[in-house]
């Protein structure tokens, strides 16, 4: 079989897992929504769902090193079918709370650690290094047509036709994604080390050592834990402006998060033309600028076209900054380090997320939530001239994916 075909078939099983996880990132909020309207519960629950990547990224990062990744991102996406399914039937019961919700948020945000992580360390190996910035740009597209694009008005209009409706459907969508994985043929376990370098402690220290003697490598994860801790200030409370502040009610919410979603896929259709233009690190910093101004703008307006088209801006903008990122993560880490290095800049990055979704939430008790995007975007704004100056002495290499693995 091709890497082309390859690349297929991990884009499929992606696309499927992705309109799952579309579906449930709004049908989630919305039954929360219908529980309490705490904005310190409803943030609590955003970082509960990514508290795992705080908590369990590294360990994961090992494990996709020992292991053939293909393998566990189908058993990952296996077991997420089941436990949305197990929700969807308390749903129907009408058994659920905002604490069982915040259970379900745990178990499949850290199944998701594995079948994220997986994903990522397969695109490497399914394309070579002049299609890394492509390959990226792809499956970026496939998460946002399938989250958002498809996934979140789905989301919606279900969760108004019966709450249990789109957990079933979510469930249905990670088991496709996992039978799509059993055409990917071939395998996919990093080469063997050696027996006495296999200890978990010795494997997590050596791939701690690589990033730590990689300065590139430390203000990227510096970078990438930045732009997540400043961005889910605001998103972690998105679902309560569309609702409170800008009048919406759970079906045209998913329309809403449509607009992000036609943002978010310009973004990836962007990212390597841009890329060819222009330098990355002028990219990474205007991307960075455009997200600020996004939310920063959000803050001001207060119909829904003009919000809804402002989130666009800063959910293509986001994207740019995501493919670059994993392009260049793609070509500067080894491929038998990959899943710790990984790991590593899980822990940071999404481990960022919790933290931001939990300060935003107490921001929005004190401010108010159209206050909270208005910090997220001044923030984000500061952050880009951040980025500009810190990547200054290594912008040969940013803007030539140099680095091989080595």
């Known amino acids: 079989m091709t890497k082309d075909r390859r690349l297929a078939w991990l884009l499929g099983s992606s696309a499927l897992s992705n309109l799952g996880d579309g579906i449930g990132k709004v049908a989630f909020p919305l039954l929360a929504v219908s529980v309490t309207r705490d904005p310190v519960l409803i943030a609590g629950?955003?970082?509960?769902?990514?508290?795992?990547?705080?908590?369990?990224?590294?360990?994961?990062?090992?494990?996709?090193?020992?292991?053939?990744?293909?393998?566990?991102?189908?058993?990952?996406?296996?077991?997420?079918?089941?436990?949305?399914?197990?929700?969807?039937?308390?749903?129907?019961?009408?058994?659920?709370?905002?604490?069982?919700?915040?259970?379900?948020?745990?178990?499949?945000?850290?199944?998701?650690t594995v079948a994220d992580s997986a994903a990522q360390a397969l695109i490497p190996a399914v394309v070579d290094r002049a299609g890394l910035e492509s390959a990226n740009g792809k499956l970026q597209s496939v998460e946002i047509v399938g989250q958002t694009f498809l996934g979140g008005p789905l989301g919606s209009l279900t969760f108004a036709l019966f709450a249990a409706l789109p957990f079933l459907l979510n469930s249905v969508g990670f088991a496709i994604a996992a039978v799509l994985l059993v055409l990917l043929h071939?395998?996919?376990?990093?080469?063997?080390?050696?027996?006495?370098?296999?200890?978990?402690?010795?494997?997590?220290?050596?791939?701690?050592?690589?990033?730590?003697?990689?300065?590139?490598?430390?203000?990227?994860?510096?970078?990438?834990?930045?732009?997540?801790?400043?961005?889910?200030?605001?998103?972690?409370?998105?679902?309560?402006?569309?609702?409170?502040?800008?009048?919406?009610?759970?079906?045209?919410?998913?329309?809403?998060?449509?607009?992000?979603?036609?943002?978010g896929l310009l973004g990836a259709w962007l990212a390597p033309r841009l890329t060819k233009r222009l330098p990355r690190r002028t990219v990474l910093t205007l991307a960075t600028g455009f997200c600020g101004l996004g939310f920063g703008l959000m803050s001001l307006v207060g119909d829904p076209i003009s919000a809804s088209l402002l989130f666009g801006v800063f959910a293509a903008?986001?994207?740019?900054?995501?493919?670059?990122?994993?392009?260049?993560?793609?070509?500067?880490?080894?491929?038998?380090?990959?899943?710790?290095?990984?790991?590593?800049?899980?822990?940071?990055?999404?481990?960022?997320?919790?933290?931001?979704?939990?300060?935003?939430?107490?921001?929005?008790?004190?401010?108010?939530?159209?206050?909270?995007?208005?910090?997220?975007?001044?923030?984000?704004?500061?952050?880009?001239?951040?980025?500009?100056?810190?990547?200054?002495?290594?912008?040969?290499?940013?803007?030539?994916?140099?680095?091989?693995?080595?």
């Not at 993560?329 to 899943?339: K, S, T």
């Open 45 to 112: 629950l955003s970082a509960t769902s990514f508290l795992p990547w705080l908590l369990f990224s590294l360990l994961t990062g090992v494990l996709i090193d020992r292991v053939d990744r293909r393998k566990a991102m189908l058993l990952a996406n296996a077991a997420r079918a089941l436990i949305v399914g197990g929700l969807a039937v308390l749903v129907l019961a009408d058994a659920t709370t905002i604490w069982l919700l915040y259970a379900f948020a745990l178990a499949l945000g850290t199944v998701e």
């Open 186 to 263: 071939g395998k996919y376990r990093p080469k063997a080390v050696d027996p006495e370098q296999t200890a978990l402690r010795v494997q997590l220290a050596e791939g701690w050592r690589w990033l730590r003697g990689h300065a590139l490598m430390v203000q990227l994860v510096l970078f990438a834990a930045s732009v997540a801790l400043t961005s889910e200030l605001a998103q972690a409370l998105l679902v309560l402006y569309a609702i409170e502040d800008l009048g919406l009610n759970a079906a045209t919410f998913g329309v809403f998060a449509l607009v992000g979603g036609v943002g």
């Open 317 to 406: 903008a986001v994207v740019v900054i995501n493919v670059i990122l994993g392009a260049l993560r793609g070509a500067l880490v080894p491929e038998h380090l990959f899943g710790r290095v990984l790991g590593v800049w899980r822990t940071a990055v999404w481990g960022a997320i919790p933290l931001g979704a939990l300060l935003g939430g107490l921001l929005a008790d004190w401010l108010g939530t159209r206050a909270v995007f208005g910090v997220s975007g001044a923030l984000q704004i500061l952050l880009g001239g951040f980025v500009w100056i810190s990547l200054d002495r290594h912008a040969a290499e940013v803007d030539s994916l140099n680095g091989a693995p080595a």
